[in-house]
């Protein structure tokens, strides 16, 4: 069969990866096109047809600057499904862009399959009604998702988390240190975020850390869509090293992290790192998200356990000398730390186990055949 995938962000470009290789197992005959990123091209063996690192635009004032490439991108994705016709098209989150396509794909006649469910509960929870009409199955991979399509007659499948599936199948390297050229102290994981603007929010903030805990070593976790050049804009002459493709490593031998608000967030809750999650953005954009947003939190650690199980400095909280006081608390305070760790515990317990890609690939392939 043919598949079109489209993953519009870096953690969408990881799952779509992994989901192509489970669809790969299930279908001998599996056939792929896709607009994502570096590691669905590695799994699929195709060239996308549109990079995700020109396709993720953060927030309200950001999409409104960039509208002319929105809109020449949705062009070269209807055209190119006008004319390829797939069996079935896999969007993977990135509502503001799928959900149009999706209803493209729809009056085309061609089955629509959703994985990872756009976050309308956060914020316009009336996007469900278009979500019922141009999706045919829709995969969850938060727990308290499937009661929420519930409230609308909407039956959807919980598939559990794809994190765990990329956890699980990763190789950690257990000379990370050394093979990084990194000093013998105690390492504190910088993760700024893979877009632009968080990065240039986020990053001097986490930067000026370093005069603060003389005793620890910082370690940035590049995004592959930037070099060490523009790492180093940042950095300056500070002994702060960068690193690419090795997040999970990072965070497996880092003592604590400050994480920005995002997918990174779970990682780290799953790998059992103590964070503090950070987020600033345009001051338009967050004034209208706090209008919109119906949800407590933005941490997905602290959405799904429904609590504050880790620390959040958002927008004007959100500064060099706040940040510190939460590390502090989490490397030198043994109760605040393990308060941490048992909320992670709770967290993994909520999301079960492995298997999220190989259950979605054969609930696609199921369903198509059916």
């Known amino acids: 069969m043919d598949y079109y995938l489209i993953a519009g962000e870096t953690s969408g470009d990881l799952h779509g ?42 927030g309200f004032v950001e999409v409104i600057k960039n509208l002319g490439t929105i809109k020449k991108n949705l062009s070269i994705v209807k055209r190119d499904l006008q004319q390829h016709r797939p069996d079935t098209l896999i969007l993977i989150d990135f509502p503001g862009f799928n959900l149009k396509i999706a209803a493209f794909a729809k009056k085309l006649g061609i089955k629509v399959c959703y994985y990872i469910s756009p976050k309308i509960w956060a914020w316009n929870q009336g996007r469900v009604h278009k979500i019922k009409k141009v999706v045919d199955h829709m995969f969850c991979i938060l727990p308290f998702e499937v009661d929420f399509y519930k ?12 994190l765990l599936d990329a956890i699980e199948a990763y190789q950690f390297n257990p000379n990370f240190v050394s093979d990084n050229a990194l ?19 986020l990053l001097p903030e986490m930067v000026d850390l370093y005069y603060l805990f003389p ?3 910082f370690v940035i976790a590049g995004a592959p869509n930037f070099d060490e050049a523009y790492y180093k804009r940042y950095i300056g002459d500070l002994p702060i090293k960068v690193v690419f493709d090795q997040t999970y490593d990072l965070l497996k031998n880092a003592v604590a992290a400050v994480v920005t608000s995002g997918t990174a967030t779970l990682e780290a809750g799953i790998l059992q790192v103590p964070q503090v999650v950070v987020y600033r953005a345009n001051k338009l954009t967050v004034w209208i998200a706090r209008l919109v947003i119906k949800v407590r939190f933005i941490s997905l650690v602290n959405l799904i356990n429904d609590f504050l199980s880790v620390r959040e400095l958002i927008q004007e909280d959100c500064h060099t000398r706040s940040i ?6 989490l ?40």
Do not use: W
């Open 17 to 58: 990866a992994n989901l192509i290789k489970a669809l790969k197992n299930e279908d001998n005959d599996a056939h792929f096109r896709i607009v994502g990123g570096d590691l669905m091209a590695a799994a699929s063996g195709e060239t996308p047809l549109i990079h995700c690192a020109d396709m993720a635009f953060m």
């Open 151 to 162: 409230k609308y007659q909407y039956n959807v499948d919980y598939i559990g988390n794809p």
């Open 183 to 201: 000093i013998e102290r105690p390492i504190i994981a910088l993760l700024p975020g893979s877009r632009k603007m968080e990065i240039e929010m």
């Open 215 to 217: 005793a620890h070593q």
């Open 324 to 329: 510190a006081d939460e590390l502090d608390e």
């Open 331 to 370: 490397i030198n305070k043994p109760e605040h730390r393990a308060s941490v760790l048992e909320n992670y515990a709770l967290l993994n317990k909520k999301l079960g186990t492995a298997g999220a890609s190989e259950k979605a690939a054969k609930l696609i392939v199921q369903y198509l055949t059916a």
